[in-house]
């Protein structure tokens, strides 16, 4: 048991479409994770949040737009999409110490999110 | 971004054997640590190392961190159907924070 929840779990949307993925951390930790899991690639980091505040964004596209309202909360804002976005979307927390998240990551199970 | 080098990239292998499995990296790591993933999940903490030459155990798992603190094993005994699914080691980098670098993965087959 993760203790980090997504939902939705499967999300199918048009190019056009607007949605949002949320997670949930139910760990106390205090830094969040979004990161893109394609075929056949290794982990990529999209957004880190660290007591609420954006402390890394790698470069990610502004179709992609995260949201922290608080420590246990995070969102991902999707809009005007591409296919290649289609891929497994995971979100992870860690404890987080400062300014830094040193600890281990524990992960949700994911969104699969098929963009037509 | 920097990658670690996981391997081997697939393993098929009968059930009660043992499996072996590394990654390394031409950096030095703080952490390494170990994740199991099933298709449609997201990836499973099985092991955390946080010193050099650490070695720990979880069940069957046992994982070392190397002691040059560039490599990291992965060894699973007697396994079984359920071990079944893809390994992906991750790294700390000296100085990377809170950043992790994922290996590719090594996807184990367990014939019954």
């Known amino acids: 048991e993760t203790g980090v929840t997504q939902t939705p779990r499967h999300l199918v949307m048009g190019m056009t479409n607007k949605k949002s993925l949320k997670c949930e951390q139910h760990?106390?930790?205090?830094?969040m994770y979004w990161y893109k899991q394609s075929a056949k690639k290794p982990l990529e980091l999209m957004f880190v949040?660290?007591?609420?505040?954006?402390?890394e964004n790698n470069s990610v596209p502004s179709r992609f737009s995260p949201e922290c309202p608080n420590s246990s909360h995070l969102f991902l804002h999707l809009h005007t999409l591409q296919p290649e976005d289609s891929a497994l979307y995971l979100c992870?927390?860690?404890?987080?110490?400062?300014?830094?998240?040193?600890?281990?990551?524990?992960f949700g199970p994911g969104t699969r999110l098929t963009v037509l | 971004g920097q990658q670690l080098n996981q391997s081997p990239q697939s393993m098929f292998i009968q059930e009660g054997e043992d499996v072996s499995m590394n990654c390394t990296s031409s950096?030095?790591?703080?952490?390494w640590l170990w994740y199991k993933q099933d298709p449609g999940e997201g990836p499973v903490l099985l092991i955390a190392?946080?010193?050099?030459?650490e070695l720990t155990s979880n069940g069957r798992l046992t994982a070392q961190f190397g002691i040059t603190r560039k490599d990291s094993f992965l060894n699973i005994s007697a396994s079984i159907p359920s071990d079944v699914g893809i390994y992906f080691c991750?790294?700390?980098?000296?100085?990377?924070?809170?950043?992790?670098?994922f290996g590719k993965g090594t996807l184990l087959t367990v014939n019954p």
């Open positions: 949040y660290n007591f609420k505040e954006q402390t």
């Open positions: 760990l106390g930790h205090n830094a």
């Open positions: 992870a927390s860690s404890g987080g110490r400062g300014g830094y998240s040193t600890d281990t990551q524990y």
């Open positions: 950096s030095i790591f703080n952490t």
């Open positions: 991750a790294g700390q980098r000296e100085g990377s924070n809170y950043k992790l670098t």
């Open positions: 190392l946080y010193k050099a030459g």
